[in-house]
């Protein structure tokens, strides 16, 4: 099944010749817009900024050709993150967009306004740094009609305001596309509409909190420099009521979530950390209440505010890292075309896909989605399954065959019959899976909620105890001493010793090119046991290279190249991708694409023809068979002269050995886990040193095989790229997603890695460790400090200053423990930095 | 010292016109986009102007123009 024109497929990966094997000489040269490398053989460059600059690809040139032909070249130089590698664009990219131009579809996501204006807003997919809205707003309010465009990076969301007589709708997508991001309609879901509302929440607590902090600390030095000089009772009761007014505001409108999250758990009997840190500030507000009101005793109102304004603060930090990577929401369905060619009346006429019925009749162009589930009745091509198994070479199907909706059709025009609606085809079933793998996702259980657990219960007991036994000594004092050993033991330290870490350890990944979303993914890969790959787009880089050129006759290999660069130019067949970067040479004429087999064109009277060893022999009766290498070979010939053997393989990336021979030196599993089901799988694994191999899986079968992986105790890390991935992805304890990954495995995945250099994997995973290790130090540390400073209060040695001081202290020497995540110290960390 | 009782509640005040300002900001979604904003200050308004003989040049330039 594996290519419809090959002359022969035979597993490619180990009989690499030793000159491809190694890193070119020009390894190091990194496309300057994507930042991936520039494969070997590519000479594509633009000038930017007055020097050439290496192009991976001809979507990266366009692009950046565009940047650079509006003058925009700062943007290379202000971005702080590559771009993504954008999909070569032809005119179909841009048409499918013209369906936007329907009132009644774009109705959904836009608004007019009296003047006639229209206001419109899109998903951005592929916004990497802040530079991009930069460039966004720029390109996008020089189109003629365009009134304004902001770009919301926390959101991806391009709001756009624009007069649709100048300007259709259409125009701003395909522009948009012209520029690598990925545009789609931003539909308002409540999901979405209640982040924005609880981010605006938490930043007006957080914002009271700040401003109510500076106005009784300011009281507080008032009060405490009183305390030394001597302060007039009248104006020492006159601060305590302001700062008790003030405090109160906070502990009412800041630190209410920390109330009523505790309060939730303690009614279904669960201990979290929220609660101590209730008891904390609700305890020393009551006692600074109590002593404002009677005139006695020490007020705390100081510490009060500033714990709830820095752990406002280290939530707020850590749930911003995570909202903006949760709201590229995506649906799969969003792939699919939004019109269709179908047979009404006997007449081919377009509708859009929802409104099509079972048994209706589509037609699906060459390099067309297919649609919907649907039974081939007439025509034979190839379609490409990656979305379901993740390879990249088309199956062949033939009428009879079923073709399923998110596929591609590479080869040639199909029709076929409708067998139902997106809701009951494979793909939305996909879709639902991922869905359900998620609810199923083993949750270990938070560290710090685990703590907090017994570290409230040890407090409980041990104020108790005091309260009694200073009740026996000394009834009068008893109150006081209680109290301050309830301040003391104010969990500052011990609440932030997580966030603080986590933080901190995220934002050094992101700087490394690695983006965090998931909330306790570090917690759980840093527990990882076996760490499993995928194979195509994951340890390969996903599309065919050439690998080899054995030329037949006398012509030099770049001129074979360059003719089989031209002819592919005609061609939309994977196959054709691998010539992408070679600039054709010399014009070809009644270019025939035959399926299966070919192409076949004529130059100068003469006729070529490339594809199949079987295709080609019968141009050319003396075609030598392909060489014993297991690449995957094309033959390329002239009437009655074979001119050459091309080969193609799925380069192993090259990273890739080293990876996993140093995490298997990490002491973790490595698992192989391919959808593919030829024989490669297992070559591959065993050239880079992999036992355990599993292939030509389907996603349902992956995801049974981590299920029972998990259900035998093991901590599972999955590596990723595909939509066929997302299931399995959503169900690991922890999931990367490398670049170029589709956006469904990306919102699944707890990592996404940037630069697609895999050793992101182990340096995030050492990375894990190491804040595993910091959090556990931060953990004794507060303990500690707690368990000495505890006593000490019980027996009444510590003054509420002190007191005070020492528990700022041991919340700064949490934080600034947890910056250490942020140094840059690891070894490894120059793999990272190319990326 | 008994201006204090006149001094402190103006300050509070002014607090509150502070947290009141700044709830209306946040309401208003001027804060919504904090990356952005920290970074614009270090873009240019106008790009730079490309070289007369690149393509997009023309049109760049007549947008340029009152």
């Not at chain 1, 080609?616 to 690449?631: N, S, T």
């Amino acid at each position: 099944m594996a290519g419809a024109w090959t002359g022969q497929c035979t597993p490619p990966i180990l009989a690499m010749t030793p000159s491809t094997e190694s890193p070119p000489a020009d390894a190091a040269q990194l496309c300057y817009h994507c930042g991936e490398q520039v494969p070997a053989g590519v000479t594509l460059a633009i000038d930017i900024g007055g020097q050439p600059r290496p192009m991976c690809c001809p979507g990266c040139r366009a692009v950046a050709g565009l940047i650079s032909a509006n003058g925009l070249d700062n943007f290379y130089q202000q971005r702080t993150a590559f771009n993504e590698r954008p999909q070569q664009q032809d005119s179909t990219t841009l048409e499918q967009y013209l369906i936007y131009d329907d009132p009644e579809l774009a109705a959904g996501f836009t608004v007019v306004d009296d003047t006639g204006m229209r206001s419109a807003s899109l998903l951005l997919g592929g916004i990497t740094c802040a530079a991009c809205t930069w460039l966004i707003e720029q390109s996008m309010s020089r189109l003629p009609g365009v009134d304004r465009a902001l770009v919301n990076l926390q959101q991806s969301r391009l709001d756009i305001h624009f007069d649709p007589v100048k300007l259709p709708l259409s125009e701003i997508f395909a522009r948009v596309e012209q520029l690598g991001y990925r545009p789609r309609p931003f539909q308002t879901s409540t999901a979405r509409l209640q982040m924005a509302q609880e981010y605006r929440t938490e930043l007006r607590r957080l914002a009271v909190a700040g401003l109510g902090m500076m106005q009784v600390g300011m009281f507080a030095i008032a009060l405490h420099a009183g305390d030394i000089q001597g302060i007039d009772v009248r104006y020492q009761g006159l601060l305590r009521w302001v700062s008790l007014l003030v405090a109160s505001f906070i502990v009412v409108y800041s630190a209410r979530p920390f109330f009523s999250t505790a309060w939730r758990h303690l009614k279904v009997g669960a201990l979290v950390m929220d609660l101590p840190v209730a008891l904390a500030i609700g305890l020393a507000w009551l006692a600074s209440a109590w002593a404002t009101i009677s005139g006695t005793g020490q007020v705390y109102f100081d510490s009060v505010v500033m714990f709830t304004f820095f752990l406002l603060l280290g939530r707020f930090l850590e749930h911003r890292v995570r909202q903006r990577h949760a709201l590229t929401w995506f649906d799969a369905e969003s792939t699919l075309p939004g019109v269709v060619a179908t047979r009404r009346d006997g007449q081919w006429v377009t509708a859009p896909r929802t409104q099509l019925h079972g048994g209706e009749t589509v037609l699906v162009k060459a390099g067309e989605t297919v649609p919907v589930d649907a039974q081939i009745v007439d025509g034979s091509s190839a379609v490409q399954e990656d979305t379901f198994n993740g390879e990249h070479l088309p199956r062949e199907v033939r009428a009879g065959d079923t073709i399923y909706a998110g596929t591609v059709n590479v080869e040639g025009a199909l029709q076929a019959k409708v067998l139902g609606s997106y809701r009951e085809s494979r793909l939305a079933a996909l879709q639902r899976s991922v869905e359900v793998a998620q609810t199923e996702k083993p949750r270990l259980a938070k560290l710090a909620d685990r703590i907090a657990s017994w570290f409230v219960a040890g407090i409980l007991l041990v104020t108790m105890l005091t309260a009694v036994v200073w009740n026996q000594l000394a009834p009068e004092q008893a109150f006081w001493v209680t109290l301050s050993v309830l301040v003391i033991s104010c969990p500052c330290a011990l609440a932030l010793a997580t966030p603080a870490a986590l933080t901190s350890a995220a934002s050094a990944l992101r700087a490394s090119g690695v983006i965090v979303r998931g909330e306790n993914a570090l917690d759980s890969l840093s527990r990882t046991t076996h760490l499993l790959f995928d194979k195509t787009g994951t340890l390969t880089e996903g599309s065919l290279t050439i690998a080899d050129v054995r030329p037949l006759g006398d012509m030099s290999a770049e001129d074979l190249l360059a003719m089989g660069g031209a002819l592919q130019h005609y061609s939309s067949h994977p196959v054709a991708r691998a010539f992408a970067g070679i600039t054709g040479t010399g014009r070809f004429e009644d270019v025939d694409y035959r399926v299966g087999a070919g192409l076949e064109a004529r130059q100068d009277g003469g006729t070529y023809r490339m594809g199949s060893e079987q295709f080609c022999r019968q141009l050319a009766a003396d075609l030598p068979k392909a060489p014993d290498d297991p690449l995957y070979w094309i033959a390329l010939c002239r009437e009655g002269s074979p001119l050459a053997w091309i080969g193609l393989n799925d380069r192993t990336r090259i990273e890739a050995a080293d990876v996993i021979a140093s995490a298997q030196r990490a002491g973790l599993q490595v698992e192989l886990l391919s959808g593919d089901s030829s024989a490669q799988g297992p070559l591959l694994a065993r050239s880079l040193g992999i036992s355990t191999v599993n292939h030509g899986l389907t996603p349902q079968q992956k995801m049974a095989h981590v299920r029972q992986l998990q259900a035998e105790g093991a901590v599972v890390a999955m590596v990723g790229d595909g939509l066929n991935d997302a299931p399995v992805l959503s169900l690991a304890d922890a999931s990367f997603a490398v670049t170029g990954a589709t956006d469904l495995a990306r919102t699944q995945a707890d990592f996404v890695i940037v630069g697609g250099d895999l050793h992101a994997v182990t340096d995030t995973w050492r990375k894990a460790r190491q804040c595993r290790r910091i959090i556990g130090q931060n953990f004794a540390w507060a303990l500690g400090y707690n368990i000495c400073a505890i006593p000490l209060a019980a027996m009444g040695y510590i003054p509420p200053w002190a007191a005070a001081i020492g528990m700022s202290l041991s919340s700064l020497l949490v934080v600034a423990n947890s910056l250490r995540l942020n140094r840059k110290s690891s070894p490894s960390q120059g793999h990272i930095g190319r990326g | 010292m008994d201006s204090l009782y006149l001094l402190i509640p103006i300050a509070l005040v002014f607090c509150a016109i502070a947290i009141k300002l700044l709830l209306w900001a946040i309401n208003n979604g001027q804060y919504d986009d904090l990356d952005k904003e920290a970074w614009r200050i270090l873009a240019e308004d106008d790009p730079v102007p490309p070289a007369p003989a690149e393509n997009g040049g023309a049109q760049q330039q007549e947008s340029k123009k009152p």
